[in-house]
């Protein structure tokens, strides 16, 4: 029956939602007692950016957000692909949240000496200059509350930044947009 389907459908969603977060708990546990380890290879910048922008766009479209890439450059960096998937997946996602309908995303690279500097910009309502110095910080989630978070998205993207010997930034208008950067360092 249609009713039992839709039932097992939102069982197994539930059942995601909370392997994701007894994954991010095991994270965060594994960054506070310094064990937490990646998995370096080679990756094209262009194909980090291409897998970050497919996967937004279905969710993007829906809230009609554009998402588009900007500057791409001909290089690699040393990468746990698997890992950089979850800071584009918190980054992003962070700007989908924020970003209203009419919106714009950008995620775009460059090259910084040894290291490649990745960017997500979005026009959404920006972050209060007050929140910038916590935002980092493991279970916080905003002076007024993030809906539909932990506070542990940009906590976890830090310390898998930080993983790769990167580091990860933050600039914001209030009301004008987001800017999140990290590094990673580039393959030889």
Known sequence: RADDVAVVERMARACEGMESLVAELLDVARMDAGS?????????VADVLAGALD???????AAGITVRLGAVP???VMADRARLREVFANLVGNALRFTPGGGDIELSACCDGSDVLFTV???GSGIPPGDLPRLFDRYWSGAE???GGLGLGLYIARGIVEAHRGRIAVASDAGRGTTFTFTLPRAV
Request: cysteine-free; hydrophobic content about 50%; glycine content about 4%.
């Open 36 to 44: 937490f380890a990646v998995i370096l290879a080679p990756a094209a």
């Open 145 to 147: 509350g993030s809906p």
């Open 121 to 123: 910009t979005d026009s």
């Open 74 to 76: 001909d290089v690699r």
């Open 55 to 61: 996967a937004a766009t279905m969710t993007a479209r």
